[in-house]
């Protein structure tokens, strides 16, 4: 099955601080998703990428689809607190009948006011 | 209205109970997902309903039983459950399984004494 490699695994920063996370593949994706999740909550769609090469932005977060289609990164400019928490990658190869998402195990995200 | 809700936030039940999830959209999405989430770990696909039929089944022990009312609504029958089912138990909807944009609701909390 596919797996996906999300580095780093866990990161402390100062507030104001930019932050860049990654995720990588052994197979190629047709979509890119990133989530960040509260404690007890749900993940909360933060990027969704369709194209390879595609760069998008939502406020202070930007993300990539990389041009192999093997990988994306998400930045988040300028941290603040309420950036705390967990970040997803999650991608999804329409092949062969298969649609679901694989997850990356997460970037566990701390910020020092 | 763009959420997903799920009732109840918070399950405490025994082993020889029975209790159901409930997970609700108004999104008009034709697709509904299952995932139960340990912590610290990425979610874990159990089912997917596409158009209120069950396609996928993640080798989820029978214990579990979904269910797929109408378009909007998605059920999670627990019977018999095992102290390790404890988990995040999360609910989420796609325009289609082909259009993978997965929206999550806030999860049940389930603990199983």
């Known amino acids: 099955g596919q797996q996906l490699n999300q580095s780093p695994q866990s990161m402390f920063i100062q507030e104001g601080e930019d932050v860049s996370m990654n995720c990588t593949s052994s197979?190629?994706?047709?979509?890119w998703l990133w989530y960040k999740q509260d404690p007890g909550e749900g993940p909360v769609l933060l990027i969704a990428l369709y194209k390879a090469g595609e760069l998008t932005s939502n406020g202070r977060l930007t993300a990539q689809f990389g041009i192999t289609r093997k990988d994306s990164f998400l930045n988040i400019s300028a941290s603040i607190p309420s950036d705390v928490g967990i970040y997803f990658c999650a991608g999804q190869y329409s092949g062969a009948g298969s649609y679901q998402l694989t997850f990356g195990k997460g970037t566990k995200l701390s910020v020092i006011p | 209205d763009t959420e997903v809700t799920q009732t109840p936030k918070h399950l405490v039940m025994g082993m020889t109970n029975k209790k159901s999830l409930k997970c609700e959209q108004h999104m008009g999405h034709r697709a509904m997902y299952w995932y139960k989430q340990k912590a610290k770990k990425p979610p874990e696909l159990m089912f997917v309903y596409s158009y209120e039929k069950l396609s996928i089944n993640e080798s989820v022990p029978s214990r579990f039983s979904p269910e797929c009312p109408n378009s909007s609504l998605l059920n999670l029958h627990l019977h018999a459950l095992q102290p390790e089912d404890s988990a995040l138990y999360l609910c989420a909807s796609s325009p289609r399984v082909t259009y993978n944009e997965q929206f999550f609701g806030p999860g049940t909390r389930l603990t199983v004494l």
């Open positions: 197979s190629i994706f047709n979509t």
